[in-house]
């Protein structure tokens, strides 16, 4: 029999290894592709428990349980335990929330694997990006033919999680934007300003027509929010902008806006003030109202369309004013950082102002463009605190 000690070692050894770490860089693909190609959400989370988070619990887990994240995960987990909390006081079952949490912390243990062999991570999230880029070919490919045909705006879906537009365009999105700021936009910028040029231009052209062919404003506000850090945070400003207004330019000249427009305002704001009414006269400000039982927002919305709103509604301030807390350690530490993948993470970040029912839940498409992204960033932070992220990998 090994002793507890010798266990530990063996396990820690196992999780360390180069071996392992591509296995979990395969197996995260393969769960990230699956909200493309699988219809069904129980074999994708299956794909996740079975083939990711297993092992990572196992192994994972014993190699990273005495590595210093920062004070950003504390805080997170203070917003997660300010969840829980706010459950049990409203009367409503924790251990769905709780195991959801536990789901997101196994993400982060195998993630900080994942990233220790950084060419195999590299390799996964390349073959990410290109089907990313396929299936935003398909979508315009479609766009161009339905609105040849009918000479109207038309608003594509694909399949599986994808079938939801604002999903696919925030996949692709943050894929597609993912690769330009951490991989190609650094290495273009040693090579000159025209190859820069031109490689920004590609970057925000196809990144807009994703934003046009879904009609996802949600979307929109991700690319405005990555491309605003970028131009805060990176290099040649001046360039950038001058691209960005351009591309505005082209955008208004063109008509192209009034795809976006084309929905109205979805019952945005009259789902807010449903809400806020709720929180006011049925719910409590501290616990936030129950999850069982609820009505509908405005007699036909299941939740409030807005991740931020939802957290507050949801848990009162015992959840709002951790996961606040969170939100500024997380945008200070970017800033200061200047960590690509916190650029690239202000895509999910903005992109559920508008969308999304809360931010913890079982494994779903807010998972690609909202937690990989801010949990890569939250490892960045750890790595080089005091450097230029890790755009190197």
Same mark, same amino acid.
């Given at each position: 029999?090994?002793?507890?000690?010798?266990?530990?070692?063996?396990?820690?050894?196992?999780?360390?290894?180069?071996?392992?770490?591509?296995?979990?860089?395969?197996?995260?693909?393969?769960?990230?592709?699956?909200?493309?190609?699988?219809?069904?959400?129980?074999?994708?989370?299956?794909?996740?428990?079975?083939?990711?988070?297993?092992?990572?619990?196992?192994?994972?887990?014993?190699?990273?349980?005495?590595?210093?994240?920062?004070?950003?995960?504390?805080?997170?987990?203070?917003?997660?335990?300010?969840?829980?909390?706010?459950?049990?006081?409203?009367?409503?079952?924790?251990?769905?929330?709780?195991?959801?949490?536990?789901?997101?912390?196994?993400?982060?243990?195998?993630?900080?694997?994942?990233?220790?062999?950084?060419?195999?991570?590299?390799?996964?999230?390349?073959?990410?990006?290109?089907?990313?880029?396929?299936?935003?070919?398909?979508?315009?490919?479609?766009?161009?033919?339905?609105?040849?045909?009918?000479?109207?705006?038309?608003?594509?879906?694909?399949?599986?999680?994808?079938?939801?537009?604002?999903?696919?365009?925030?996949?692709?999105?943050?894929?597609?934007?993912?690769?330009?700021? /951490?991989?190609?936009?650094?290495? !273009? =910028?040693?090579?000159?300003? $025209?190859?820069?040029? &031109? #490689?920004?231009? %590609?970057? *925000? @052209?196809?990144?807009?027509?994703?934003?046009?062919?879904?009609?996802?404003?949600?979307?929109?506000?991700?690319?405005?929010?990555?491309?605003?850090?970028?131009?805060?945070?990176?290099?040649?400003?001046?360039?950038?902008?001058?691209?960005?207004?351009?591309?505005?330019?082209?955008?208004?000249?063109?008509?192209?806006?009034?795809?976006?427009?084309?929905?109205?305002?979805?019952?945005?704001?009259?789902?807010?003030?449903?809400?806020?009414?709720?929180?006011?006269?049925?719910?409590?400000?501290?616990?936030?109202?129950?999850?069982?039982?609820?009505?509908?927002?405005?007699?036909?919305?299941?939740?409030?369309?807005?991740?931020?709103?939802? /957290?507050?509604?949801?848990?009162? !301030? =015992?959840?709002?004013?951790? $996961?606040?807390?969170? &939100? #500024?350690?997380? %945008?200070? *530490? @970017?800033?200061?950082?200047?960590?690509?993948?916190?650029?690239?993470?202000?895509?999910?970040?903005?992109?559920?102002?508008?969308?999304?029912?809360?931010?913890?839940?079982?494994?779903?498409?807010?998972?690609?463009?909202?937690?990989?992204?801010?949990?890569?960033?939250?490892?960045?932070?750890?790595?080089?605190?005091?450097?230029?992220?890790?755009?190197?990998?």
């Amino acid at each position: 029999m090994l002793s507890d000690k010798k266990a530990t070692e063996w396990l820690e050894s196992i999780g360390r290894s180069p071996r392992f770490s591509r296995y979990l860089n395969i197996a995260l693909l393969l769960f990230l592709l699956s909200f493309f190609f699988l219809d069904s959400s129980k074999y994708r989370n299956n794909i996740y428990y079975a083939l990711f988070a297993f092992p990572a619990l196992v192994f994972a887990v014993a190699a990273v349980w005495r590595k210093d994240f920062g004070p950003c995960v504390f805080v997170l987990l203070v917003y997660f335990l300010g969840g829980l909390v706010a459950q049990w006081l409203a009367g409503d079952a924790v251990i769905g929330l709780f195991k959801h949490q536990v789901y997101l912390l196994l993400l982060l243990c195998g993630l900080t694997l994942c990233v220790e062999q950084s060419v195999f991570f590299k390799r996964a999230a390349l073959v990410y990006v290109g089907v990313c880029a396929v299936f935003a070919c398909v979508a315009f490919y479609k766009w161009q033919y339905m609105f040849g045909a009918s000479d109207a705006f038309p608003r594509i879906t694909l399949y599986a999680a994808a079938a939801n537009p604002v999903h696919a365009s925030l996949m692709i999105l943050v894929g597609w934007v993912g690769f330009w700021m /951490i991989y190609a936009l650094p290495r !273009l =910028l040693e090579r000159g300003r $025209f190859a820069y040029l &031109a #490689g920004f231009c %590609l970057m *925000l @052209g196809v990144a807009f027509v994703v934003c046009l062919v879904f009609q996802s404003r949600s979307a929109l506000l991700g690319l405005l929010a990555a491309v605003g850090a970028w131009l805060v945070l990176g290099r040649e400003r001046g360039l950038s902008l001058l691209l960005v207004g351009v591309l505005i330019f082209l955008v208004m000249a063109t008509g192209a806006y009034e795809a976006l427009l084309s929905r109205g305002g979805s019952y945005r704001v009259e789902i807010w003030q449903d809400a806020i009414t709720r929180l006011h006269e049925d719910c409590s400000w501290i616990a936030g109202c129950a999850q069982t039982g609820n009505s509908l927002y405005l007699g036909q919305f299941h939740h409030a369309h807005s991740a931020y709103l939802s /957290i507050l509604v949801d848990t009162g !301030l =015992l959840g709002a004013i951790p $996961f606040i807390t969170f &939100a #500024g350690i997380y %945008l200070i *530490l @970017g800033v200061k950082t200047r960590s690509p993948w916190f650029m690239v993470s202000l895509v999910g970040w903005a992109g559920v102002i508008a969308s999304s029912n809360g931010l913890v839940d079982s494994p779903r498409p807010l998972w690609i463009y909202f937690w990989l992204p801010t949990l890569m960033a939250l490892l960045d932070y750890r790595r080089q605190p005091k450097a230029q992220g890790i755009a190197a990998l």
